[in-house]
């Protein structure tokens, strides 16, 4: 079993929908946890932490489930911008070493 | 404040030459990270160095490789006797603690 896992897709959603994305990741020792987008030809850029509680950040809301091992990415009212890969990341307790996803391909659509 | 720098932007080298990466991480950022990325495909863990700890050099792929970070701050990347498969999208990224990591813009090498 991979590290970290994530549904390549793409996900072809039309403007203004609401998409989510899960991430699992294997290592129950894993510790903190980040969603990064990637543009096409472009470095990742961090798109927000996801921490115990959950977190917001605008449109975007990150999820932890520990109990399962997955992380989640809720894009609420897409827009044409958010087109983008988005990369899941895992750190494990103890170690500066983080596992990328190989990313989730977002297509918002007019 | 100024982000992680990363230069040549773009190198093209013929097959057997040898070539160096640099990377300028942010100020203060004691984790530095070297990736690659092949088009299309996923990022690749080359070496991490974090504060004066001896680097973990597990991801690179052979021996004609290899890093070095001089000061706790700047990097260079080196490939030896560069081949065509080594032609990818160089990424470095730095971070400071528990933050993640922001990344460079990369280089674009090119071995003909």
């Known amino acids: 079993r991979k590290e970290v896992e994530q549904d390549p897709g793409p996900f072809n959603v039309p403007e203004g929908a609401t998409v989510a994305f899960n991430c699992t990741y294997s290592?129950?020792?894993?510790?903190?946890f980040f969603w990064y987008r990637q543009d096409c030809r472009k470095e990742p850029k961090l798109l927000m932490s996801?921490?115990?509680s959950g977190n917001e950040d605008g449109r975007f809301t990150a999820q932890l489930n520990r109990a399962s091992q997955y992380i989640s990415l809720l894009i609420r009212d897409s827009k044409l911008s958010d087109s983008a890969t988005y990369l899941c990341v895992v750190k494990v307790r103890g170690y500066q070493k983080v596992t990328f996803g190989t990313g989730t391909k977002l297509q918002v659509i007019p | 404040g100024a982000g992680v720098s990363q230069s040549p932007s773009n190198k093209v080298t013929e097959k057997g030459k040898d070539v160096e990466l640099r990377c300028d991480p942010i100020?203060?950022?004691?984790?530095l990270y070297w990736y690659r990325q092949s088009l299309g495909q996923g990022l690749e863990f080359l070496i991490y160095?974090?504060?004066?700890?001896?680097?973990?050099k597990s991801g690179l792929p052979s021996d004609r490789f290899s890093a070095e970070r001089t000061g706790g701050s700047v990097s260079t990347l080196t490939i030896q006797r560069t081949q065509q498969e080594d032609s990818a999208v160089y990424l470095c990224?730095?971070?400071?603690?528990?933050?993640?990591?922001?990344f460079g813009p990369g280089t674009r090498l090119t071995v003909t």
């Open positions: 100020s203060g950022h004691t984790a």
């Open positions: 996801v921490y115990s």
């Open positions: 160095f974090q504060g004066n700890s001896a680097p973990d």
């Open positions: 290592n129950s020792a894993s510790q903190s």
């Open positions: 990224a730095s971070s400071l603690g528990e933050t993640g990591q922001y």
